[in-house]
T-cell receptor, first 113, second 117 residues
Framework: GDSVTQMEGPVTLSEEAFLTINCTYTATGYPSLFWYVQYPGEGLQLLLKATKADDKGSNKVFEATYRKETTSFHLEKGSVQVSDSAVYFCALSLSGGSYIPTFGRGTSLIVHP | GAVVSQHPSRVICKSGTSVKIECRSLDFQATTMFWYRQFPKKSLMLMATSNEGSKATYEQGVEKDKFLINHASLTLSTLTVTSAHPEDSSFYIC????WGAGNTEAFFGQGTRLTVV
């Protein structure tokens, strides 16, 4: 079946450090890939997405590239801030109303001043 | 992006009572809604999938008589936790997706923190 694997957390960084959170997937079709962020006590917010191979999903500060050859969608940010501390979920979904999105287990990021 | 509103954000109820959580898609028609439960420091656990106008499909191990899901319209789904017990205390999150073959993205509500005392 389809699955998403994320790196184990927590990831602990100092402010202004470079961030990478690894995500790999297996899917039977051609999925769309997503990164969601969850701040403490809140629901999930879409961070970025990519719908086909070689697409770069970006929200101006975070980015991830859809790599079909390595089945990966690693999240990156050049300089993290304390406010980026949250849990990050990688997910995939195929089109079709009945398809249930598949989520990774989430990676907790802690950024220290 | 599209907006999904979940209400209430927090609720405290007494053991044995029922609690209803609403999930509304504000600016799109949600043919499919998902209900998740999230334990502390854990990932999302899918509870059920509901399609407008039909019965929800529950995941294995989720009691359908305890967690009643109704998706009566294209913009509203409700989750009712019946005869709540302290072990039902958790963070519940809904998610909604629109119709159409190109719709792969799910939009999430803000979540509901349920505490049963």
């Amino acid at each position: 079946g389809d699955s998403v694997t994320q790196m184990e957390g927590p990831v602990t960084l100092s402010e202004e450090a470079f961030l990478t959170i690894n995500c790999t997937y297996t899917a039977t079709g051609y999925p769309s890939l997503f990164w969601y962020v969850q701040y403490p006590g809140e629901g999930l917010q879409l961070l970025l997405k990519a719908t086909k191979a070689d697409d770069k999903g970006s929200n101006k500060v975070f980015e991830a590239t859809y790599r079909k050859e390595t089945t990966s969608f690693h999240l990156e940010k050049g300089s993290v801030q304390v406010s980026d501390s949250a849990v990050y979920f990688c997910a995939l979904s195929l089109s079709g109303g009945s398809y249930i999105p598949t989520f990774g287990r989430g990676t907790s990021l802690i950024v220290h001043p | 992006g599209a907006v999904v509103s979940q209400h209430p954000s927090r609720v405290i109820c007494k053991s044995g009572t029922s609690v209803k959580i609403e999930c509304r898609s504000l600016d799109f028609q949600a043919t499919t809604m998902f209900w998740y439960r999230q334990f502390p420091k854990k990932s999302l656990m899918l509870m059920a999938t509901s399609n407008e106008g039909s019965k929800a499909t529950y995941e294995q191990g989720v009691e359908k008589d305890k967690f009643l899901i109704n998706h009566a319209s294209l913009t509203l789904s409700t989750l009712t936790v019946t005869s709540a017990h302290p072990e039902d205390s958790s963070f519940y999150i809904c998610s909604a997706r629109g119709w159409g073959a190109g719709n792969t993205e799910a939009f999430f509500g803000q979540g509901t923190r349920l505490t049963v005392v």
